[in-house]
């Protein structure tokens, strides 16, 4: 597609014609060390492979399904781990916000304000975002159809926002159940801009656990490469060293020994897609 987008993030490059961007990291920041061995860890995979990487973690998750769930360390303290990363691994970072007072203090120190599906509709959170001025990545709701996102980038731009990433990340499929429609991805390109597909929350299990979600890691592997075969230009993986007992999204997050050889696959594929 010749009228797509480019959007650049300090030195990345990001669009649907463009070699695909990793966007990586456990789903909640867990500690300083943990944080720092993550994106270290992901970084050295990519500087090999010469992929473009954008860390992501989330210092609060709002939306657990149990009251008694962990919540994360907190905006503070993760924005603290945020520059600290930032400064002593130069990598770009993209973290989740829950309310539009948040967006201000994160804009100081990520580079992208990601949107959660739950929320992709809510007005107030995405102007405020747009006015930020960062790059804004909004996650296409469980329950929208691709074509609705449209109305998302009418209310982004109309705030003032010009670098904007749309993501698929499934949709509802009977209960605690999602399923991923390929066709959603050239859907949502028609629109120019950058198509990330959320491989990990694809294969979640929402609320499949009771006071938990449940997910099927196995399929991981399957739906990033048939995304990939889109042409999309990011692909979204939460990985973690244990996800078995990581506090969040463990059952859908990619064990960190298996992120390299998947990205083999993955460039393998993207080469020649978009050559």
């Known amino acids: 597609m010749s009228d797509q987008k480019k959007l650049y993030l300090n030195n990345i490059e990001i669009s649907n014609n463009s070699p695909f961007v990793l966007i990586a990291g456990p789903c909640a920041i867990e500690s300083k060390e943990h944080a720092i061995d993550m994106a270290s860890s992901i970084k050295s995979i990519c500087e090999e492979l010469n992929i473009q990487f954008i860390y992501k973690s989330s210092f609060d998750k709002a939306n657990r399904t149990s009251i008694n769930s962990k919540r994360g360390v907190g905006l503070d303290e993760g924005l603290k781990i945020f520059e600290y ?12 916000v829950h309310e539009k007072e948040q967006c201000k203090e994160v804009m100081t120190i990520v580079d992208v304000i990601q949107i959660p599906a739950f929320l992709c509709r809510q007005t107030d959170l995405l102007i405020a975002a747009a006015k930020t001025d960062k790059a804004v990545m909004v996650k296409k709701g469980q329950f929208l159809a691709p074509w609705e996102m449209s109305n998302i980038i009418k209310k982004l731009v109309s705030a003032g926002a010009d670098n904007i990433l749309l993501c698929e ?19 949502m390109k028609k629109t120019g801009w950058p198509v990330i597909f959320d491989v990990t929350h694809s294969v979640q299990q929402p609320g499949g656990k009771g006071d938990k979600s449940g997910g099927q890691r196995e399929f991981v592997p399957c739906l990033a490469k048939a995304s990939i075969a889109t042409g999309v230009s990011g692909i979204f993986i939460e990985t973690h060293q244990d996800p078995d007992n990581a506090p969040s999204d463990g059952p859908n997050m990619l064990d960190i020994k298996n992120l390299r050889n998947l990205l083999i696959k993955l460039k393998q594929i993207d080469d020649i897609v978009k050559q």
């Open 169 to 187: 990340r499934g949709t509802s499929f009977g209960y605690n159940n999602l399923v991923s429609d390929m066709r959603s991805i050239p859907i």
């Open 85 to 96: 990363l930032k400064n002593s691994l130069k990598i770009n970072i993209i973290t989740d």
